[in-house]
């Protein structure tokens, strides 16, 4: 993928040329995008996500995602980070790795443009990316149920992930994505990054694991062990070809 940057007043924006021409600190704005009859939809997190109408007949409808921080520091910092240079910030690091899987044609959201506003010794971060429409979060999913064949898909699509040396750093139920045909897509890599193969691996399934259980699949034990056994042998079988 070819990128381009563009400085602003109080920082820069990367962007790819191919889905959206030249965006502004505006793009990024979400009382200016509001004003514009823009904004489709919102979802709470962590970091709160905007869903957004495209800007252009040309261009796709976009999810807007602003940093923000989390455990025990976000009491008292909210969305700043400590300045140590552009290539490090949150949201240029995600956007370069995002660029990565889409040339690989793994299945996660695909880079639009990122922005970060440096603040003396602190930034602040943005990253736009295109809006997967007709997915649900696997979260929202477990209450009508998820049946083999999905969770083993889950499976050999994660694999497919840590084959590339992907790691997700937050693998959780609520940043896996499952669509009408029964696809995978992942999606929030804040702190992500591309490793050698190793243990990390098994750390992310546990993670993904620790999620499932908080969210109450651990209630019905029969089930709990249906999905996670068929997740599994879904990660057992390495992925070749291309996932799109």
């Given at each position: 993928?070819?990128?381009?940057?563009?400085?602003?007043?109080?920082?820069?924006?990367?962007?790819?040329?191919?889905?959206?021409?030249?965006?502004?600190?505006?793009?990024?704005d979400?009382?200016?995008?509001?004003?514009?009859?823009?904004?489709?939809?919102?979802?709470?997190?962590?970091?709160?996500?905007?869903?957004?109408?495209?800007?252009?007949?040309?261009?796709?409808?976009?999810?807007?995602?602003?940093?923000?921080?989390?455990?025990?520091?976000?009491?008292?910092?909210?969305?700043?980070?400590?300045?140590?240079?552009?290539?490090?910030?949150?949201?240029?690091?995600?956007?370069?790795?995002?660029?990565?899987?889409?040339?690989?044609?793994?299945?996660?959201?695909?880079?639009?443009?990122?922005?970060?506003?440096?603040?003396?010794?602190?930034?602040?971060?943005?990253?736009l990316?295109?809006?997967?429409?007709?997915?649900?979060?696997?979260?929202?999913?477990?209450?009508?149920?998820?049946?083999?064949?999905?969770?083993?898909?889950?499976?050999?699509?994660?694999?497919?992930?840590?084959?590339?040396?992907?790691?997700?750093?937050?693998?959780?139920?609520?940043?896996?994505?499952l669509?009408?045909?029964?696809?995978?897509?992942?999606?929030?890599?804040?702190?992500?990054?591309?490793?050698?193969?190793?243990?990390?691996?098994?750390?992310?399934?546990?993670?993904?694991?620790?999620?499932?259980?908080?969210?109450?699949?651990?209630?019905?034990?029969?089930?709990?062990?249906?999905?996670?056994?068929?997740?599994?042998?879904?990660?057992?079988?390495?992925?070749?070809?291309?996932?799109?």
């Amino acid at each position: 993928m070819q990128f381009t940057r563009v400085p602003t007043a109080t920082g820069a924006i990367l962007y790819d040329p191919a889905r959206i021409s030249l965006p502004s600190d505006a793009d990024f704005d979400p009382r200016w995008l509001d004003q514009q009859a823009r904004i489709r939809g919102l979802a709470k997190g962590r970091g709160n996500a905007w869903f957004l109408a495209p800007r252009q007949p040309d261009e796709p409808a976009l999810v807007l995602r602003h940093f923000r921080r989390g455990g025990l520091i976000a009491r008292w910092v909210d969305d700043q980070y400590l300045w140590t240079g552009e290539s490090a910030t949150r949201s240029f690091s995600e956007f370069k790795l995002l660029a990565l899987m889409s040339d690989w044609a793994l299945p996660a959201a695909r880079p639009v443009a990122a922005r970060y506003v440096r603040e003396g010794l602190t930034y602040r971060a943005d990253l736009l990316t295109v809006w997967i429409e007709g997915t649900r979060s696997l979260a929202a999913c477990l209450a009508s149920d998820v049946s083999r064949l999905q969770w083993w898909q889950i499976g050999h699509t994660l694999r497919a992930f840590h084959d590339a040396g992907i790691d997700h750093a937050d693998l959780n139920a609520h940043n896996i994505l499952l669509d009408m045909d029964g696809h995978v897509h992942l999606i929030d890599f804040d702190r992500g990054r591309r490793r050698s193969l190793g243990r990390w691996r098994a750390g992310n399934l546990q993670r993904l694991k620790r999620s499932l259980e908080k969210l109450g699949m651990a209630q019905d034990p029969a089930l709990f062990h249906a999905g996670w056994e068929a997740l599994q042998t879904g990660y057992a079988l390495p992925r070749k070809a291309p996932l799109r």
